[in-house]
């Protein structure tokens, strides 16, 4: 007779363990200590098993019902309960080791081994490690939405909606990352896209009229502060490129004799490799740069260390110092000086774009572009150091 609650609580405990049968298999087992617990007696191919379903009355009697008829559905195609009961344990403690964290470091070490700029692994791991530490310790295919839009809304209302979103991008790669390799399910970043507010518009500041840019050049003669960065900053104007490609510079990358810079493709924007010819002005700070000392790599090295690189804001600190407020020029800005300049006196707008490594979609003529715009750039960058010369010394008539 199957059994009832009733029967199950009045059931006493005796000197010995002894079973009340259910049916199909199941059964309570009632120790001495009056523990009851849930089991099931079952055949898989000719063999007796027995399966465990949980203490009563932790697991009622239509919860031990149930269990009984999935294993008895399981048993019908095939499949041994007992196994498949130790397989969902192990994926459950899988899938609670499987925490955010974990996935994220694996995200993270990819993009190492990807050679990604150092600039980019630093807000990556920044991402990772200190905006995205709520999500630490959960496990990663227990996080929703909502729980990704609260994490994002946090910084957006700090005023850094830029970074938000950058942030949202670094989370959906950790999530897909977690997907491809069946520790989630899907993506919560996704059911979220256009909750952010739209990141807003600014231009870096950049000195584009003559006669200021003169004058920056003079007060830039004139600054007394540290002469690495002071040739730094100059030598980043004269070569058109970006802060971090200036201060990343290593001698190995510079032929003199050819008086070119080759800057490799990791700390190029585009991922690849850009060759700059060098002006006999840019040259002459690299040879004053050059620190012939085994060990020491950098020709702009940091000021508390010649191995390692000048801080990221050691361009725009100086500038602050100068007397240049941020709205009115940044590092970043002397690429729009040199192209806005150079346009106007007339030089080949595609030898300016070539120049500053600027990317054509056409692969074909990207190619054509580099070799027959070559002996052109060589002479552009000698031209821009000239005129930069001049402009600096008009004294502003």
Known sequence: MPLTDLKIRKATNRDKPYKLADGNGLFLLIKPNGSKLWQQKYRHFGKERLLSHGPYPDVTLAQARQKRDEARALLAGGGDPSVQKRLDQIEAKTQARTTFILVAEEYLQQAIDRELAEATMRKKIWHVHTLAAALHHRPINEITSAEVLHLLKKVEHSGRRETAKKLRGTLSAVFRLAIVTLRAENDPTQAIKGAL??????????????????????????????????????????????????????????????????????????????VVPLSTQALELVH????????????????????KWLSENAFNSAMRRMGYSKEEVTAHGFRATASTILNTHGFDADVIEAALAHQDQNAIRRTYNRATYWNKRVSLMQ????????LKAKNGT
């Open 288 to 307: 004053r740069n050059w620190i012939d000392v085994e060990g020491v790599e950098l020709i702009f090295p940091s000021l508390n260390s010649n191995r």
């Open 383 to 390: 031209a821009w150091a000239v005129l930069s010369s001049r």
């Open 197 to 274: 507010l739209p990141v807003k518009a600014t231009n870096r500041a950049a000195i584009t009229d003559e006669k200021v840019f003169g004058q920056f050049l003079r007060d830039l003669d004139a600054y007394t502060g540290a002469g690495v960065i002071k040739d730094a900053l100059l030598f980043q104007i004269l070569t058109m490129t970006r802060p971090g490609e200036v201060r990343g510079a290593k001698q190995r990358e510079f032929d003199l004799e050819a008086a070119t810079w080759t800057i490799p493709a990791e700390r190029m924007k585009m991922r690849r490799d850009h």
